[in-house]
């Protein structure tokens, strides 16, 4: 009998184009996407088709995306994230598996999506640091970054941090939870919303940098919303300092 199997999947997304599988007659395109399916389909002696929950960005890093995949094997759902895990480069990780129903789709649950962005600080750059945070001289004023994060909360049209070539049908979302902490030496923009717009977490971060050095005033953060013109935001940050913290699903 098929049993459709979930996976929680970690990875750092440095030597990756992304998550999706690419088709480039001219070259092979490592993606994260393609290495599951190469793990799996080796493991079940098959092709087997993988849908991924969040489709990530070159360079993004993820400690917690999900996956799924059909199959008729005996093998206990619990016992794939090892069995997967023997056949992936180190880089990536099922840290969890387990069964869902039939016709569970990972894209199409209602559920909270948490991303943090890091920003690293000093007079130079840590080499340890300089795949996973993005590196900026400039002191930041967390106070005024947080002042401003509260404009972003509630559903809003959010086109103004949006990337141009976004193909979203909709670029309204709802961002439950979005602050600006420390941790250590670094600082975190933490967001969580039910779903975000190709780059919007990247930008939202520029933006809330631009607050941080006094470029922009917390208060034009509702206009900037308002605007819906994607010029009055900040920059896109670089992809490197984000990671894909985990879902929560409802019930």
Same mark, same amino acid.
């Given at each position: 009998?098929?049993?459709? &199997? =979930?996976?929680?999947?970690?990875?750092?997304?440095?030597?990756?184009?992304?998550?999706? @599988?690419?088709?480039?007659?001219? +070259?092979?395109?490592?993606?994260?996407?393609?290495?599951?399916?190469?793990? &799996? $389909? #080796?493991?079940?002696?098959?092709?087997?088709?993988?849908?991924?929950?969040? =489709?990530?960005?070159?360079?993004?890093?993820?400690?917690?995306?999900?996956? !799924?995949?059909?199959?008729?094997?005996?093998?206990?759902?619990?016992?794939?994230?090892?069995? !997967?895990?023997?056949?992936?480069?180190? *880089?990536?990780? @099922?840290?969890?598996?387990?069964?869902?129903?039939?016709?569970?789709?990972? =894209?199409?649950?209602?559920? =909270? +999506?948490?991303?943090?962005?890091r920003i690293t600080g000093g007079s130079v750059q840590m080499p340890t640091r300089r795949l996973y945070a993005h590196f900026l001289r400039h002191d930041l004023d967390m106070d005024k970054m947080n002042e401003a994060c509260g404009a972003f909360l509630g559903e809003h049209d959010f086109a103004a941090f949006?990337?141009? #070539?976004?193909?979203? /049908?909709?670029? !309204?979302? %709802?961002?439950?939870?979005?602050?600006?902490?420390?941790?250590?030496?670094? &600082?975190?923009?933490? !967001?969580?919303?039910?779903?975000?717009?190709?780059?919007?977490?990247?930008?939202?971060?520029? %933006?809330?940098?631009?607050?941080?050095?006094?470029?922009?005033?917390? $208060?034009? &953060? /509702?206009?900037?919303?308002? $605007?819906? *013109?994607?010029? +009055?935001?900040?920059?896109?940050?670089?992809?490197?300092?984000?990671?894909?913290?985990?879902?929560?699903? #409802?019930?």
């Open positions: 009998m098929t049993k459709r &199997i =979930r996976l929680t999947v970690a990875y750092d997304g440095t030597c990756y184009h992304g998550w999706q @599988i690419q088709n480039n007659p001219n +070259k092979e395109i490592v993606t994260i996407e393609s290495e599951l399916v190469r793990a &799996i $389909s #080796d493991l079940l002696g098959k092709e087997t088709q993988v849908i991924g929950a969040s =489709r990530t960005d070159a360079g993004v890093h993820s400690l917690g995306n999900i996956a !799924v995949f059909d199959t008729d094997s005996p093998i206990p759902p619990e016992k794939f994230a090892g069995a !997967v895990n023997a056949r992936l480069p180190e *880089d990536i990780r @099922i840290v969890m598996s387990d069964e869902v129903p039939g016709d569970w789709h990972p =894209r199409k649950q209602n559920c =909270r +999506k948490t991303y943090e962005y949006c990337a141009a #070539d976004s193909q979203a /049908e909709s670029t !309204v979302r %709802t961002i439950y939870d979005l602050r600006v902490v420390r941790d250590s030496d670094d &600082i975190v923009i933490r !967001v969580t919303g039910n779903g975000f717009l190709y780059n919007m977490v990247r930008i939202i971060a520029g %933006t809330l940098t631009d607050v941080g050095t006094g470029k922009k005033n917390p $208060s034009d &953060i /509702e206009g900037i919303i308002a $605007s819906c *013109d994607r010029t +009055k935001a900040g920059p896109t940050l670089p992809a490197k300092g984000l990671t894909l913290v985990g879902y929560r699903f #409802d019930v």
